[in-house]
C-alpha cells in the first residue's frame, strides 16, 4: 500500500500546472503566432506524468518510445494499442494542465484507413488522449481523422517506425533531394489538417526552413533549436536508459544514480536490522502494552 493525493487533493505550494491554463491543440498554435517556445516531453506512467504536469510542461507524448524504456524491446515496433491505451490511461488520470497526446503504435494505422480511424477513436474514447501522433506522410489518414475530429500531431523525418525501411536510426533529409521532399511532405500534412509536427532527427537548416514555412507548430527533436518547440523522451533526460544517449540529448539529472543508491542503502538497512526502528513500527496503546505482552508470550 501506498498513499497517493489524487491531482485534486494537491495539497503542496500550488505547482506550476495549477497557475496556469489547460493546453489544447488551439493553445499550441497560439503559442507559435506569439513565438512562444513549446515545451513537451514524453511521459509513461501517472507518477512521472504528475510530475512533468506539474512542472508545467505543455505537452506530453505518451511514446511508442515506451516499448524500449518501459519494456525493454530492442526498438519501438513491438508496442501493442492495449498496451498504449493501458499508459494513456495511467497519465490521463495524473494530468490537468498539459496536452495529452498518445502515439498509435506501429500496425494500428497502417493499413485501412478506417481501421487508423477506429483505432485513433480508441485513444480518445477508451483513454482521454486529446490528439494522437502518427509517423509518416499519411495525407490520407490524418484528413479521416481530422474528419473524426480526432487533432492529429504530425512525425516527420527520422521516424523509428520505420526503422527496418532506414536501414537504423540515422538522420534523414541530409540532401537537397531528400530535403525538399520533407517539406513537400510537411506542408501536405499541415494542409491536410494536422494541428502540429514532430520533426525528428533531421539537419537544423532544414528544420529551421520547414517551421518557417508551416503556420503549425513544429516541435523538434535532434532538429536545432529553431523548431517552434522541443521534445525529448522523460528517460533520456534523467539517465534512465542503460544506453549512451545521442548527440541531441541533454541530461538534466543523474536519476539511475540515485535510484541505485537509495535502493543500496535500503537492502544494507535491511540485512543490517537497522529497518524499521521502533519509531517505524506500530504500537499497542501503552495502557494494554504490558498485559497484552504478558498474555501473548504466555500464548507462545
Ligand atoms: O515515442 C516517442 O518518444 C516519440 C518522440 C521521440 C517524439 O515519438
Known sequence: MSLTLPPEGRQAAAPTSQLRTKVTMPALAGMKREGKPITALTAYDYATSRLVDEAGIDLILVGDSLAMVVLGHDNT????????????????????????????PFGSYHGKISEGVANAVRFVKEAGAEAVKIEGP????????????????????LTPQSVHRMGGYRVQAKTIEAATQLRLDAAALAEAGAGALVLEGVPREVAA???AELEIPVIGIGAGPDCDG????FHDIL???FAPHAKFVRQYADVSAVIRTAVEQYREDVEQRAFPTDEESYHLPASKRANAEAALVSKA
Do not use: F, K, W
Not at 522541443?230 to 523522451?233: F, G, K, P, R, S
Open 138 to 157: 499519411r495525407v490520407e489518414l490524418v484528413r479521416a481523422l481530422v474528419d473524426a475530429e480526432i487533432p492529429v500531431v504530425g512525425h516527420l523525418g
Open 230 to 233: 522541443q521534445i525529448l523522451v
Open 77 to 104: 515496433l513491438a508496442v501493442t494499442v492495449d498496451e498504449m491505451l493501458h499508459h494513456t490511461r495511467a497519465v490521463r488520470r495524473a494530468v490537468r494542465r498539459s496536452l495529452v497526446v498518445a502515439d498509435m
Open 239 to 241: 539517465n534512465m536508459t
Open 209 to 211: 526552413a520547414i517551421t
